[in-house]
Nanobody, 125 residues
């Protein structure tokens, strides 16, 4: 069972920064896409930032120039650096990885789509 664990959320003032991390419990053999999504109360979950295996990145218009997605291949970890945060960035943030992980014996598992449990980001003065 592969688990994704997010961390780094919290309360920050407008204009502040946070760095979210998403660590996988298993070794990532092959990544098809990684992304960060968010869901605010009463709203649908939306893609904030994503990256694919060829390094292409995509950002929601609302976060372009402020958020950066990156990856540590060795640690099977994906990050989201969030700068100049705004109150409208308040949401639960989820990481998502579609790929092939290895089991405890480093044998490849079937390709699958994995989600973290979410981490709360609150931007408020």
């Amino acid at each position: 069972q592969v688990q994704l664990v997010e961390s780094g959320g919290g309360l920050v003032r407008p204009g502040g920064s946070l760095r979210l991390s998403c660590a996988a419990s298993a070794r990532l053999f092959s990544m098809y896409r990684m992304g960060w999504y968010r869901q605010a109360p009463g709203k649908q979950r939306e893609l904030v930032a994503g990256t694919t295996s060829d390094g292409t990145t995509h950002y929601a218009d609302s976060v372009k120039g402020r958020f950066t997605i990156s990856r540590d291949k060795a640690e099977s970890t994906v990050y989201l650096q969030m700068n100049n945060l705004k109150p409208e960035d308040t949401a639960v943030y989820y990481c998502n990885i579609e790929g092939i992980f290895g089991d405890a014996h480093f044998r490849p598992l079937p390709q699958n789509d994995y989600w973290g449990q979410g981490t709360q980001v609150t931007v408020s003065s």
